[in-house]
């Protein structure tokens, strides 16, 4: 019966390393987002996956990023080298359906920081 | 192109009075138009949402208003209490224009004792 899961909530990175941020979302939810939010600014859309279906990778700003979704379920959100301008907030959020009419549940967010 | 412009970027508002954020969006094709709150630290969450076969949506003291013509919609806070402080995101979706929410960048509301 719990939220959107993320984990760690906060992270804390030097250039250049690799870091994975996990997502776990409300059980039986087929859509999932993840979200970018810069200090100050909108939420940025990163990627969408929806049930079996190829993820929505149309957001992803370079490919240093990358994200999976294993079971349908549990979805991961990786960052090769990463760069100072990486350093935001990353949310997760999960819906029953895709995107119409579907409210969206977010988690608490993952805070990157690299130094 | 900013799909959804959101304003003001922030809000002073005296407990009691009145709120009003307001949103503009481009794509006449969306057929969703939430409103979230998020608190220092947490992710948002849905506070109300409309869509456009309707002018108007009230739950509590939130109300939504909705120009289709204008391709506009706002949030109202009425009787604004110290804890609505918080920031306040508008968005759109649906329609057949993709997986997407487009979000607004936010306002930072913030209600006076």
């Known amino acids: 019966g719990a939220g959107v899961s993320q984990s760690p909530s906060n992270k804390v990175t030097e250039k250049g390393k690799d870091v994975e941020l996990r997502c776990d979302p409300i059980?039986?939810?087929?859509?999932l987002y993840w979200y970018r939010q810069s200090l100050g600014q909108g939420l940025e859309f990163l990627i969408y996956f929806q049930g079996n279906s190829a993820p929505d990778k149309s957001g992803l700003p370079s490919d240093r990023f990358s994200a999976e979704r294993t079971g349908g379920s549990v979805s991961t959100l990786t960052i090769q080298r990463t760069q100072q301008e990486d350093s935001a907030v990353y949310l997760c959020?999960?819906?029953?359906?895709?995107?119409?009419?579907?409210?969206?549940?977010f988690g608490p967010g993952t805070r990157l920081t690299v130094l | 192109q900013q799909q959804v412009k959101q304003s003001p970027q922030s809000l002073i508002v005296q407990k009691g009075g009145i709120s009003i954020i307001n949103c503009a969006y481009e794509?006449?094709?969306?057929?969703?138009f939430p409103w979230y709150q998020q608190f220092p630290g947490k992710g948002p969450a849905l506070l109300i949402a409309?869509?456009?076969?309707?002018s108007e949506k009230k739950e509590g003291r939130f109300t939504i208003s909705f120009n289709k013509s204008a391709k506009q919609f706002s949030l109202h806070i009425m009787d604004s209490q110290p804890g609505d402080s918080a920031t306040y995101f508008c968005a759109a979706s649906g329609g057949g224009t993709g997986n997407q929410f487009y979000f607004g960048t936010g306002t930072s509301l913030t209600v006076i004792p």
């Open positions: 409309i869509r456009p076969d309707v």
């Open positions: 059980s039986g939810h087929t859509a």
């Open positions: 959020a999960s819906s029953l359906m895709g995107p119409s009419y579907n409210e969206q549940f």
């Open positions: 794509n006449t094709a969306f057929d969703y």
